[in-house]
């Protein structure tokens, strides 16, 4: 049962270039999630989606955007790298249907920005 | 707003020492509680979780109850291994917020032989 899964697990780009995090899970999971974790800063909301459909931005968007391709997809897209968003990416998703429904986080991506 | 206080590390035991690890939250309404550990260069994953008030949720030895009058969720095991070096993270949910949760910052611990 693969769970959440995130490719690629390591990117290093220069500043100004544009790529795409990809994650998807087979838990038909209504809700799913992107995080960045930095050292000391714990794990900060970037962008979420409750349900197929919808997105919304959450603590720190700016430089981002996603896409909610399909139930099982949500990808994440920096158009211009900047070296603040190196940091470890994580994905994750949650049944979304009541308080009780925790996160699954998939292994993360280790995105370094030069 | 909603937010999570979460005992600053990092912590260091000796093996077979008992763990606790400070949880605090501000929240308006009743939130579910959750505890997260990383390994390292892994993904978070759930270790134990508490939906209402007085709950006690347990898993591989760690216990935390949820205290709504102190509004706290400590972390406790009473004999700590080397294999529970990690990092722990202190969350809770409000289904009313977009489904969104809050995290601690994480505590990180080392358990010496």
């Known amino acids: 049962n693969a769970g959440v899964t995130q490719t690629p697990k390591f990117q290093v780009l220069k500043t100004g270039q544009s790529m795409t995090l990809q994650c998807a899970q087979d838990?038909?999971?209504?809700?799913m999630y992107w995080y960045r974790q930095d050292p000391g800063m714990g794990l900060r909301l970037i962008y979420y989606?409750?349900?197929?459909?919808?997105?919304d931005k959450g603590e720190v968007p700016n430089g981002y955007n996603v896409s909610r391709l399909n139930k099982r997809e949500f990808s994440l897209r920096l158009e211009s790298a900047a070296p603040s968003q190196t940091s470890v990416y994580f994905c994750?998703?949650?049944?979304?249907?009541?308080?009780?429904?925790?996160?699954?986080f998939g292994n993360g991506t280790r995105l370094t920005v030069t | 707003g909603d937010s999570v206080t979460q005992m600053e590390g990092p912590v260091t035991l000796s093996e077979e020492a008992f763990l606790t690890i400070n949880c605090t939250y501000t929240?308006?309404?009743?939130?579910?509680l959750f505890w997260y550990v990383q390994y390292p260069g892994e993904g978070l994953q759930l270790l134990l979780k508490?939906?209402?008030?007085?709950d006690k949720g347990s898993n591989k030895g760690f216990e935390a109850t949820y205290r709504k009058e102190t509004t706290s969720f400590h972390l406790e095991k009473g004999s700590v291994q080397v294999s529970d070096s990690a990092v722990y993270f202190c969350?809770?949910?409000?289904?009313?917020?977009?489904?969104?949760?809050?995290f601690g910052t994480g505590t990180s611990l080392t358990v010496i032989p």
């Open positions: 929240a308006t309404g009743y939130p579910s």
């Open positions: 508490a939906t209402k008030a007085d």
């Open positions: 994750a998703s949650s049944a979304g249907q009541g308080n009780n429904s925790p996160l699954h």
């Open positions: 989606s409750a349900s197929e459909g919808t997105t």
């Open positions: 838990m038909n999971h209504n809700s």
């Open positions: 969350a809770l949910r409000f289904s009313n917020t977009g489904n969104q949760f809050y």
